[in-house]
Protein backbone atom coordinates (compact mmCIF):
# COMPACT_ATOMS: atom_id res chain seq x y z
CA UNK A 1 0.00 0.00 0.00
CA UNK A 2 1.78 3.41 -0.73
CA UNK A 3 1.55 6.31 1.59
CA UNK A 4 0.11 9.45 2.40
CA UNK A 5 2.30 11.81 3.82
CA UNK A 6 1.36 13.09 6.92
CA UNK A 7 0.94 16.58 6.04
CA UNK A 8 -1.19 15.66 3.39
CA UNK A 9 -3.40 13.63 5.47
CA UNK A 10 -3.71 16.19 8.16
CA UNK A 11 -5.55 18.43 5.79
CA UNK A 12 -8.35 16.05 4.94
CA UNK A 13 -11.41 16.77 6.27
CA UNK A 14 -14.02 15.75 3.45
CA UNK A 15 -13.54 12.20 1.56
CA UNK A 16 -15.25 11.77 -1.42
CA UNK A 17 -16.24 8.51 -3.29
CA UNK A 18 -17.06 7.87 -6.59
CA UNK A 19 -19.57 5.12 -6.64
CA UNK A 20 -19.41 2.79 -10.15
CA UNK A 21 -16.04 1.50 -10.43
CA UNK A 22 -14.38 2.61 -6.80
CA UNK A 23 -17.36 1.11 -4.52
CA UNK A 24 -18.03 -1.21 -6.77
CA UNK A 25 -16.32 -3.34 -9.97
CA UNK A 26 -17.76 -1.06 -12.35
CA UNK A 27 -20.34 -3.82 -13.24
CA UNK A 28 -23.80 -3.07 -14.05
CA UNK A 29 -26.41 -6.13 -13.62
CA UNK A 30 -29.08 -5.64 -15.40
CA UNK A 31 -32.41 -8.03 -15.79
CA UNK A 32 -35.76 -6.86 -17.43
CA UNK A 33 -38.24 -7.97 -17.95
CA UNK A 34 -41.90 -6.35 -19.75
CA UNK A 35 -42.90 -5.57 -16.60
CA UNK A 36 -39.77 -3.99 -14.70
CA UNK A 37 -35.91 -3.70 -14.93
CA UNK A 38 -34.07 -4.55 -12.02
CA UNK A 39 -30.25 -2.90 -11.43
CA UNK A 40 -27.89 -4.62 -9.26
CA UNK A 41 -24.40 -3.70 -7.78
CA UNK A 42 -22.15 -6.10 -6.07
CA UNK A 43 -20.13 -3.90 -3.27
CA UNK A 44 -17.01 -5.16 -1.08
CA UNK A 45 -17.61 -5.92 2.40
CA UNK A 46 -14.30 -4.78 3.35
CA UNK A 47 -15.24 -1.14 2.31
CA UNK A 48 -17.32 -0.51 4.97
CA UNK A 49 -15.08 -0.65 8.07
CA UNK A 50 -13.11 1.12 6.23
CA UNK A 51 -16.04 4.31 5.98
CA UNK A 52 -16.66 3.51 9.38
CA UNK A 53 -13.05 3.99 10.52
CA UNK A 54 -13.20 7.44 8.61
CA UNK A 55 -16.33 8.43 10.74
CA UNK A 56 -14.78 7.89 13.77
CA UNK A 57 -11.47 9.97 12.80
CA UNK A 58 -14.72 12.82 12.65
CA UNK A 59 -14.36 12.97 8.60
CA UNK A 60 -16.79 13.81 6.45
CA UNK A 61 -17.42 11.04 3.84
CA UNK A 62 -19.63 11.66 0.76
CA UNK A 63 -20.75 9.82 -2.42
CA UNK A 64 -20.85 11.67 -5.34
CA UNK A 65 -21.75 9.61 -8.39
CA UNK A 66 -22.76 10.32 -12.22
CA UNK A 67 -25.27 8.08 -12.23
CA UNK A 68 -28.92 7.58 -10.30
CA UNK A 69 -28.80 3.80 -9.09
CA UNK A 70 -31.21 2.49 -6.31
CA UNK A 71 -28.34 -0.27 -4.87
CA UNK A 72 -26.10 2.65 -4.34
CA UNK A 73 -28.44 4.96 -2.41
CA UNK A 74 -29.24 1.45 -0.21
CA UNK A 75 -25.80 0.54 0.19
CA UNK A 76 -24.98 4.44 1.81
CA UNK A 77 -27.81 3.89 4.13
CA UNK A 78 -26.46 0.86 5.23
CA UNK A 79 -23.37 2.52 6.08
CA UNK A 80 -24.98 5.42 7.53
CA UNK A 81 -23.34 8.09 4.91
CA UNK A 82 -25.74 10.67 4.93
CA UNK A 83 -24.17 12.71 2.19
CA UNK A 84 -25.33 10.88 -1.46
CA UNK A 85 -25.37 13.18 -4.44
CA UNK A 86 -26.35 11.10 -7.60
CA UNK A 87 -26.24 13.32 -9.90
CA UNK A 88 -25.56 13.63 -14.01
CA UNK A 89 -21.53 13.45 -14.98
CA UNK A 90 -21.84 17.13 -15.60
CA UNK A 91 -22.43 18.03 -12.49
CA UNK A 92 -19.87 16.65 -10.39
CA UNK A 93 -18.40 19.83 -9.37
CA UNK A 94 -21.59 21.45 -8.47
CA UNK A 95 -22.36 18.53 -5.86
CA UNK A 96 -18.83 18.41 -4.43
CA UNK A 97 -19.44 22.38 -4.24
CA UNK A 98 -22.53 21.81 -2.25
CA UNK A 99 -21.11 19.60 0.12
CA UNK A 100 -18.27 21.85 1.01
CA UNK A 101 -20.39 24.87 1.59
CA UNK A 102 -22.47 23.20 4.07
CA UNK A 103 -19.65 21.11 5.81
CA UNK A 104 -17.51 24.11 5.97
CA UNK A 105 -14.40 22.48 3.97
CA UNK A 106 -12.32 23.75 1.52
CA UNK A 107 -11.72 21.60 -1.75
CA UNK A 108 -8.02 21.50 -0.37
CA UNK A 109 -9.55 19.67 2.33
CA UNK A 110 -11.28 17.22 0.89
CA UNK A 111 -10.12 13.89 -1.16
CA UNK A 112 -11.45 11.91 -3.66
CA UNK A 113 -11.59 8.39 -4.46
CA UNK A 114 -12.02 7.72 -8.47
CA UNK A 115 -11.68 6.02 -11.35
CA UNK A 116 -13.15 7.38 -14.70
CA UNK A 117 -13.28 10.10 -17.35
CA UNK A 118 -16.31 12.19 -14.99
CA UNK A 119 -14.20 12.19 -11.88
CA UNK A 120 -11.37 14.15 -13.81
CA UNK A 121 -12.51 18.27 -12.89
CA UNK A 122 -13.26 16.78 -8.97
CA UNK A 123 -9.69 15.74 -9.06
CA UNK A 124 -8.24 18.53 -10.18
CA UNK A 125 -9.80 20.54 -7.39
CA UNK A 126 -8.98 18.49 -4.74
CA UNK A 127 -6.46 18.84 -2.23
CA UNK A 128 -5.73 14.70 -2.10
CA UNK A 129 -6.81 13.32 -5.73
CA UNK A 130 -6.82 9.60 -5.75
CA UNK A 131 -7.35 6.58 -7.65
CA UNK A 132 -8.40 3.04 -7.88
CA UNK A 133 -5.69 0.79 -9.39
CA UNK A 134 -7.38 -0.27 -12.33
CA UNK A 135 -8.36 3.62 -12.85
CA UNK A 136 -8.06 4.98 -16.21
CA UNK A 137 -4.61 5.98 -17.51
CA UNK A 138 -5.86 9.89 -17.38
CA UNK A 139 -7.39 9.75 -13.65
CA UNK A 140 -4.33 8.17 -12.19
CA UNK A 141 -2.00 10.74 -14.02
CA UNK A 142 -4.21 13.35 -11.66
CA UNK A 143 -3.91 11.05 -8.69
CA UNK A 144 -1.24 11.77 -6.23
CA UNK A 145 -2.23 8.51 -4.80
CA UNK A 146 -2.55 5.15 -6.26
CA UNK A 147 -3.93 2.41 -5.14
CA UNK A 148 -2.85 -1.47 -5.63
CA UNK A 149 -6.44 -2.58 -4.79
CA UNK A 150 -9.47 -2.15 -8.03
CA UNK A 151 -12.51 -0.41 -7.98
CA UNK A 152 -15.33 -3.08 -5.76
CA UNK A 153 -12.39 -5.40 -4.31
CA UNK A 154 -11.75 -3.18 -1.54
CA UNK A 155 -10.14 0.21 -2.92
CA UNK A 156 -12.15 1.97 -0.35
CA UNK A 157 -10.72 -0.40 2.34
CA UNK A 158 -7.40 0.23 1.58
CA UNK A 159 -7.62 4.14 0.62
CA UNK A 160 -9.11 4.69 3.77
CA UNK A 161 -6.23 2.83 5.76
CA UNK A 162 -3.69 5.25 3.95
CA UNK A 163 -5.27 7.87 4.98
CA UNK A 164 -5.70 7.35 8.74
CA UNK A 165 -2.42 5.61 8.83
CA UNK A 166 -1.09 8.86 7.37
CA UNK A 167 -2.65 10.83 10.31
CA UNK A 168 -1.15 7.81 12.66
CA UNK A 169 -4.82 7.33 13.61
CA UNK A 170 -5.39 3.85 12.29
CA UNK A 171 -3.72 1.77 15.38
CA UNK A 172 -5.90 3.81 17.57
CA UNK A 173 -8.92 3.24 15.86
CA UNK A 174 -8.54 -0.26 15.44
CA UNK A 175 -7.84 -1.03 18.82
CA UNK A 176 -10.94 1.74 19.71
CA UNK A 177 -13.24 -0.55 17.80
CA UNK A 178 -11.96 -3.38 19.41
CA UNK A 179 -12.26 -2.42 23.00
CA UNK A 180 -16.28 -1.19 22.26
CA UNK A 181 -16.89 -5.08 20.85
CA UNK A 182 -15.23 -6.11 24.23
CA UNK A 183 -17.66 -3.42 25.94
CA UNK A 184 -20.47 -4.40 24.28
CA UNK A 185 -19.48 -8.32 25.31
CA UNK A 186 -19.52 -7.52 28.78
CA UNK A 187 -22.51 -5.31 29.29
CA UNK A 188 -24.21 -8.20 27.35
CA UNK A 189 -23.06 -10.73 30.46
CA UNK A 190 -24.11 -8.44 33.34
CA UNK A 191 -27.10 -7.87 31.73
MG1 LIG B 1 -16.76 5.66 -11.68
Known amino acids: MSAISGEQAHRIRVVLLDADGVMTDGGLYVSADEE?????????????????????????????????????????????IMEVHQVSPFGKLEAVDDILRRVGATWDEAAFLADDLADLPVLREVGLPAAVANAVPEVKEAADWVGDVCGGAGAVREFSEALLRGRAEWDALVEGYVAECYEHWRSAKSD
Open 36 to 80: RVTEGRRFHVHDGLGIHMLRRADLVVAIVSGKVSAPVRRRAEALG
